[in-house]
Structures are given as structure tokens and as C-alpha cells.
């Protein structure tokens, strides 16, 4: 099955840098790559995601870069601030899947705690 | 919209009790699935239902017990629970979406605990 591991697992920035979060998945058949910020006790929330044609997707503050061939993807946030402060897992989808090709298997990373100081 | 709405937020209840946990969507999503996750850890995926048909199960306890009634709810019967099934448990769904049929949205999760 799909494996993705994501570093580092802690990152500490001052507000105004950048801050970059690092994927690689082991199934060169997975074709979405979505990024979730997770704030304490909160749920999930999706902040961009890419798809296997796409080489860059960028919005606003948030990009996210994807290399097929080296099997990783990047998620960069610039100018960062206080409020960015949260957990970032990346996941990886592979090809349809389920009996009617409606559902789809994500594997996440383990996660980058994400620290903005001020 | 893409709003997916569970209750209770929050659940204690006893080893012998029996409980259910729900979820709701109204996104016209097909696919839905249960997550568990433990605190610093990524979710881990327990089951997945597709046009209301259980698709998948992930090796998980007999004690979690799943049920689709209809498109757009699923619930999870909890029935005699062990400490180490505390966990927030979260509900997604996925199907068209600006984002593409594949994106999935979690709820706000239940917060479980054992006792």
C-alpha cells in the first residue's frame, strides 16, 4: 500500500518567514496530494491540495509544489503568521477506488507541528 | 456549502455501555467515511461507505459497528469499548465538490472517552 512520510515533524519560524513542509509518498500510481491544517481540538481543514498534472498550485499565502518523478510534494506558506500556528499533514490518494469508483483511500503523513512566533 | 456535521461533540461512557455516534452531510456526497485519531497522530482511516454500501473495513473491532441509512448520514454503534479506543473520531465525506470529486471534509469530531 501507499506509504508517505512528511519532515520535519516540528518546525519553529518567527512571523514574516517562510515555512516549508516536506512529502514523499511510495505509490507512483496516487494521483491527489491535499494538504490539511488541523488546529487544536479542531477538525481537519482542507488548505490546498494538487493533482497529478499539475506541477504548482498556488494560493495566496500557500503553495504547494509536486515532483512525480522524485514521488514528493511541498507545501510553502510565506509571510507567516501567528494565526498559521497548527498541525499541516500532506496525504496522498491513489487511483479509484471502492466498487463504484466513488471513494477515495487517503494516506497521511505523520504530521509537522508548525510553530509561528512573534 | 461543505459542511459535515457530527454529534454528540463530546462522549464518556463505561466498558458495558452501548452509545452511537452521528455524522450528517448535505453536500450530495456519496462516499463517507469514519476516522479515529489519537492525539498527535495523523487520522487513521476505519471504515469507508460508497453510494451507501460498506466499501471498506480496516481491520477494525467488531465493537465499532457502522451503518449508512441513507445518503447523506452514517453512524458508528459503539458497544463495549476498551480505555485505548479513546480518541476523537471523525467523519468525512467526499464526492463533487469546487475542489473535485475526490476531496474529502472532515467534521468536527466526537471526542470519545473510555472509562
Known amino acids: 500500500g501507499e506509504n508517505v512520510e512528511q519532515h520535519p515533524s516540528t518546525l519553529s519560524v518567527q512571523e514574516g518567514d517562510s515555512a516549508v513542509i516536506k512529502c514523499t509518498y511510495s505509490?507512483?500510481?496516487?494521483?491527489?496530494f491535499p494538504w490539511y491544517k488541523q488546529e487544536l481540538g479542531k477538525r481537519p481543514q482542507l488548505i490546498i491540495d494538487?493533482?497529478?498534472?499539475?506541477g504548482e498550485k498556488k494560493d495566496q499565502r500557500i503553495a504547494v509544489t509536486l515532483n512525480k518523478t522524485a514521488k514528493h510534494f511541498s507545501l510553502h506558506i510565506t509571510e507567516t503568521q501567528p494565526e498559521d500556528s497548527a498541525v499541516y499533514f500532506c496525504?496522498?490518494?491513489?487511483?479509484?477506488?471502492?466498487?463504484?469508483?466513488?471513494?477515495?483511500?487517503?494516506?497521511f503523513g505523520t504530521g509537522t507541528r508548525l510553530q509561528v512566533t512573534l | 456549502d461543505t459542511e459535515v456535521t457530527q454529534t454528540p461533540k463530546h462522549l464518556v461512557m463505561g466498558m458495558t455501555n452501548k452509545k452511537s455516534l452521528k455524522c450528517e452531510q448535505h453536500?450530495?456526497?456519496?462516499?463517507m467515511y469514519w476516522y479515529k485519531q489519537k492525539a498527535k497522530k495523523p487520522p487513521e482511516l476505519m471504515f469507508v461507505?460508497?453510494?451507501?454500501?460498506?466499501?471498506i473495513n480496516e481491520s477494525v473491532p467488531s465493537r465499532f459497528s457502522p451503518e449508512c441509512p441513507n445518503s447523506s448520514l452514517l453512524n458508528l454503534h459503539l458497544h463495549a469499548l476498551q480505555p485505548e479506543d479513546s480518541a476523537l473520531y471523525l467523519c468525512?465525506?467526499?464526492?463533487?465538490?469546487?475542489?473535485?470529486?475526490?476531496?474529502?471534509?472532515f467534521g468536527p469530531g466526537t471526542r470519545l472517552l473510555v472509562l
Open positions: 468525512a465525506s467526499s464526492g463533487r465538490g469546487t475542489s473535485g470529486r475526490e476531496t474529502q471534509y
Open positions: 505509490d507512483s500510481a496516487s494521483n491527489y
Open positions: 494538487i493533482r497529478s498534472n499539475v
Open positions: 496525504a496522498a490518494k491513489g487511483p479509484k477506488w471502492g466498487p463504484t469508483g466513488t471513494a477515495s483511500k487517503l494516506t
Open positions: 453536500m450530495g456526497h456519496r462516499a
Open positions: 461507505y460508497s453510494y451507501e454500501k460498506l466499501s
